[in-house]
């Protein structure tokens, strides 16, 4: 399984930022599979950002980021987004998108994309 992360950047707060991950996996395997993104911040742990599940697409969001990012997927393309607006200098990190069987389960990972915020 190879998870491939791109779209980082850097951006004025307020701005939006659109991540993509793709996926060398089986779709038998990511169907009873998630994907989630984490970041870990300058001087910070790593921390949960959100997850999708990609059979039934159910999503859950760390509170920092609910109401304004949003994580999507592509079966056919078999990448996961995560589109992010009304960023916050808070934000910067680096943001990796990582696979597993659930949140916090996560078995591969991806290289990470750096998103910078500036105020």
């Known amino acids: 399984v190879q998870l491939q992360a791109f779209g980082g950047g850097l951006v004025q707060a307020g701005g939006s930022l659109r991540l993509s991950c793709s996926c060398a996996?089986?779709?038998?395997?990511?169907?009873?599979?998630?994907m989630g993104w984490l970041r870990q911040g300058p001087g910070k742990e790593r921390e949960f950002v959100a997850n999708?599940?990609?059979?039934?697409?159910?999503?859950y969001y760390a509170d920092s980021v609910k109401g304004r990012f949003t994580i999507s997927r592509d079966n056919g393309k078999k990448t996961v987004y995560l589109q992010m607006d009304s960023l916050k200098p808070e934000d910067t990190a680096v943001y990796y998108c990582?696979?597993?069987?659930?949140?916090?389960?996560?078995?591969?990972w991806g290289q990470g994309t750096q998103v910078t915020v500036s105020s």
């Open positions: 996996a089986s779709g038998r395997i990511l169907s009873s599979w998630s």
């Open positions: 990582a696979l597993g069987t659930s949140i916090g389960e996560y078995r591969y």
């Open positions: 999708i599940r990609w059979g039934a697409g159910t999503t």
